[in-house]
């Protein structure tokens, strides 16, 4: 596969990752100042050809899973496992985790979230309100302080 243009770019991100050629524009132009810098530096914009980080696995993972007040879905579990696994392979990783209000998006991307930290690296956790940023930082403190995940 050579150099792709933005069009196929995000033709070829929804095709890979099963979803709509609207949501992976989404995904693009949040990352699209850094794509078009790639791009005008003459690389490809392949999978193939793009860099990963590769994690590992933490036990302490585990440890923040069992400490939770509530058990994890299936779906949940299901999603955590197959991001958990892309990020410990050396395949580069795309992901939107989708679904519907209160079906339990927010605690995999804690997770996901701290496996980065607990492997050197650090993330953000975004909320479209202030008061909603507030209260996940309130008990996300509670949550993985213990971890010293800050």
Known sequence: MGRLDK?????SMAQRNGISIATAG?????????AEEYMKEGKDLTIEN??????????KLNDII???PFNLTNAQNRALSEVIEDM???????RLVQ??????KTIVAVLVLALSVLNGYQGALMAPTEILARQHYISLNETLSPFDIK
């Open 7 to 11: 069009r196929s770019f995000i033709r």
């Open 99 to 104: 679904g519907d209000v209160g079906s339990g």
């Open 26 to 34: 989404k995904v693009y132009s949040i990352f699209s100042k850094e």
């Open 50 to 59: 793009t860099l990963s980080i590769k994690f590992e696995k933490k036990e």
């Open 66 to 68: 069992k400490s939770l």
């Open 88 to 94: 410990t392979s050396d395949n580069v990783m795309n």
